[in-house]
């Protein structure tokens, strides 16, 4: 009798670096279209400089390094760290606040620890955090105002001119919902902050678009199982958590919907946090790796200088992420309970 030898059909075969990289850009693409036409052209500026830059800047640090520049820039690593800085920029920041950060992602944190996989930090977030602490004018007065409020947004040209000049459009600029409403709840009650005209004018459904169109981009990713759901899930949910816990009361805190729904909420928890090389690897280890994020943005978004935390919030778990892979290693199968933190030779003693 023949017998044939056939490899098993539930193998397949395992996505490479690039195939990755390409799903994660394609899922930005709703969020992308929907910042482009509620805030303008400034994000298509901002992402082909930031990208243009982060070639270059990879293409320079493998040339130095010795190693091969086609294979590395076609791995779409560093197309990506452009397109999720430029997605987490203001829509008129200057082009040169696009270039230093874009710069530093890929110089300092990326290649000077090592290229793709031994960077321990985000390299968009870290750019993001290095720009606002460096040019906090810059990062916070280049907001643009949403097409629902405003219907005169500048042209293509105008906002490319404006770019390059590097100023900002004197009167339709302004910062997130989550800033105006933090800073806001300071001096008004929760209605009166609702009857002014920015809220009326649907200002802040502009900012839900854009966070259900980065939902809808991070379903795509756990459904072609490019991510798991355990760090974005535990994010969200302790985000929730702490706000349902101290923010029930909206005339004193920012309310849980707008946590959720009034910044770069769904952006950090299915983009950024999810960064293979920077966060948690074991399953429980993202559990609590985004729970951590979840309660530091929390955090530093209510009694913290910064409206917005999550580039700081993913940066602070970065740190911890050894740790808690550490504590939370799975046991391999045949074998006896993992070895979780520092373990005391007896023998020694």
């Known amino acids: 009798m023949s017998k044939t030898n056939l490899s098993s059909p539930h193998l397949k075969k395992p996505l490479s670096v690039q195939q990755v990289m390409l799903q994660v850009c394609l899922a930005t693409i709703p969020g992308f279209l929907v910042l482009t036409a509620t805030f303008g052209w400034g994000y298509l500026i901002n992402m082909i400089i930031s990208i243009i830059t982060a070639l270059a800047a990879e293409a320079i640090m493998l040339k130095l390094r010795g190693l091969p520049v086609r294979v590395f820039l076609l791995d779409l690593s ?5 397109l999720l800085l430029a997605l987490a920029l203001p829509p ?4 040169w606040l696009v270039v230093v950060g874009s ?6 944190v990326k290649q000077l620890y090592g290229g793709l996989g031994n960077n321990p930090f985000n390299p968009a977030m870290a750019a993001y955090a290095l ?3 460096s040019f906090p ?3 916070t007065t280049s907001w643009g105002v949403s097409s629902l409020v405003n219907d005169s947004l500048p042209s293509l040209s105008q906002q490319l001119l404006n770019n390059m000049a590097g100023h900002s459009y004197d009167g339709i600029t302004m910062a ?3 800033d105006t409403y933090k800073t806001g709840i300071e001096l008004a009650t929760r209605e009166e902050l609702r009857q002014s005209p920015l809220f009326e004018n649907s200002w802040l459904n502009s900012w839900l678009w854009v966070s ?3 939902l809808a981009g991070g379903l795509y990713l756990l459904f072609r199982r490019i991510i798991s759901w355990h760090t974005p899930v535990a994010l969200l949910a ?6 349902l816990i101290f923010s029930w009361d909206a005339d004193s805190h920012v309310p849980p919907f707008m946590h959720l729904f009034g910044g770069a909420t769904m952006l950090g928890a299915f983009f950024i946090a999810t960064d293979p090389s920077s966060s948690a690897v074991s399953n429980r280890g993202k559990l609590v790796y985004g729970a951590g994020i979840g309660v530091l943005t929390y955090i530093i978004r209510t009694w913290g200088n910064y409206p917005d935390a999550i580039a700081f919030s993913v940066l602070l778990m970065n740190f911890a992420a050894p740790f808690i892979d550490n504590y939370t290693r799975p046991r391999t199968y045949g074998h006896a309970r993992a070895i979780k933190g520092y373990k005391v030779n007896k023998d020694s003693q």
């Open 176 to 178: 997130t919902p989550l």
């Open 92 to 95: 008129m920041a200057p082009w």
């Open 238 to 243: 302790s985000l929730t958590f702490m706000a």
């Open 103 to 108: 710069a530093f992602a890929i110089i300092f």
């Open 78 to 82: 560093a197309v990506l760290t452009g």
């Open 137 to 139: 004018v810059q990062m």
């Open 212 to 214: 259900l169109a980065y």
């Open 131 to 133: 720009l606002l602490i």
